[in-house]
């Protein structure tokens, strides 16, 4: 289940399950999306991406869905390994602000359970 | 393709001292790159937007006399942190872009520990 709290929420899956994670973003102008993974003690990693004027985006194993209404994303990753077990970050671009530095959500823990 | 490095990984210091990190794009020239900050369990905060040949962009709350950056060449930007604190204890992470590549894509370092005694 998700657990949300002082520390990072938490989602706890089972192997081969798919697993949802989503993310608010809080600029209604931002046009660029991005989900990053993130390792412990490592860099984020990018994993796909899409724009505003998209609503979904399909890659290998993930999906990212974008509901601009409530300023909503998501990330779908179907059938889950090990190795998904990380951080996984939304990330959102301006490009109207000038400086187009990332802003990032504050991330989501997911654990991949045997 | 697309490798960004960042040296060191891991660096302990003295309270007081000064550390520079240094962040290299080694297979593409980066116009641009970033300086994020993250605390244990939190997410990336930007510091600072560095372009290769003028003055870094530094964000709200982000002191520029304390965090020096410096992008001299196409490949390489420098992150010093001053006069170093128990509080600038924190992971350290560049970002690069790919002038050529796609719009905002963004390719991130390793990131770097430092742990101020």
């Known amino acids: 289940g998700e657990s949300v709290g002082l520390h990072l929420p938490t989602l706890s899956v089972q192997e081969g399950d798919n697993s949802i994670i989503n993310c608010a973003y809080s600029n209604s102008a931002s046009d660029y999306f991005i989900w990053y993974k993130q390792e412990s003690g490592k860099g984020p990693q990018f994993i796909i991406d899409i724009r505003s004027n998209m609503d979904k985006r399909q890659g290998q194993r993930v999906t990212v869905l974008l509901n601009k209404t409530v300023k909503h994303l998501s990330l779908q990753i179907a059938a889950t390994q090990p190795g998904d077990s990380a951080v996984y970050f939304c990330?959102?671009?301006?490009?109207?602000?000038?400086?187009?530095?990332?802003?990032f959500g504050k991330g989501t823990h997911l654990i991949i359970q045997p | 393709g697309a490798v960004v490095s960042q040296h060191p990984s891991r660096v302990i210091c003295k309270s007081g001292t000064s550390v520079k990190i240094e962040c290299r794009s080694l297979d593409f020239q980066a116009t641009t790159m970033f300086w994020y900050r993250q605390f244990p369990k939190k997410s990336l905060m930007l510091m600072a937007t560095s372009n290769e040949g003028s003055k870094a962009t530094y964000e709200q709350g982000v002191e520029k006399d304390k965090f020096l950056i410096n992008h001299a060449s196409l490949t390489l930007s420098t992150l010093t942190v001053t006069s170093a604190h128990p509080e600038d204890s924190s992971f350290y992470i560049c970002s690069a872009r790919d002038f050529r590549g796609s719009y905002n894509e963004q390719f991130f370092g390793p990131g770097t520990r430092l742990t101020v005694l």
């Open positions: 990330a959102e671009v301006f490009s109207g602000g000038g400086a187009d530095g990332l802003t």
